[in-house]
């Protein structure tokens, strides 16, 4: 992939913040090293990365998924839940892994294991905050690919997953 795959503009996807806007791509020298610099954006959690442009394939840094990939992820949101009978420390770290792998599916698999309709009040506290850092993450790539506001992302994916 080349250096300029990524212009001043675009939604980009980092795996372990999410959603993040491209504001600028920056020249510096560091330690006598000419660098180019994508500047990202990260609205929700107010924050700005640099990601060095020859480091941004390697740091997972990728486009907005397509339409297509997050039809799947849809999809998955209705399949049936996998849920593991291993010890819920493991199950969480393997949760964490699939949210900062940043790959929408994955994500959209947490979400599915950990959704529970409201009448079920047995989820941990751990379950409901992994649950929540899912739901919010699939929801703020799905935003940006449909245009629409985070909000109506996440009640979109809601109304997926009480359907199923």
Do not use: C
């Amino acid at each position: 992939m080349s250096s300029m795959s990524f212009a001043e503009g675009d939604y980009v996807v980092y795996p372990t913040h999410g959603v993040g806007q491209v504001v600028a791509i920056e020249n510096q020298e560091i330690g006598g090293l000419k660098l180019q610099l994508f500047v990202i954006t990260f609205d929700r959690d107010r924050m700005t990365l640099r990601v060095p442009v020859a480091k941004a394939t390697k740091s997972g840094l990728r486009k907005l998924s397509s339409r297509t990939i997050m039809d799947t992820a849809l999809t998955t949101l209705k399949g049936r839940a996998k849920v593991k009978r291993t010890m819920w420390s493991r199950r969480a770290q393997e949760y964490e892994a699939k949210i900062n792998s940043g790959d929408p599916v994955s994500i959209a698999e947490v979400v599915r294991d950990l959704y529970r309709n409201a009448n079920q009040p047995d989820q941990s506290y751990s379950e409901r905050q992994i649950y929540e850092a899912a739901l919010e993450r699939l929801a703020s790539e799905l935003a940006a690919v449909e245009r629409i506001e985070p909000e109506a992302a996440a009640a979109k994916l809601e109304q997926l997953l009480q359907a199923a």
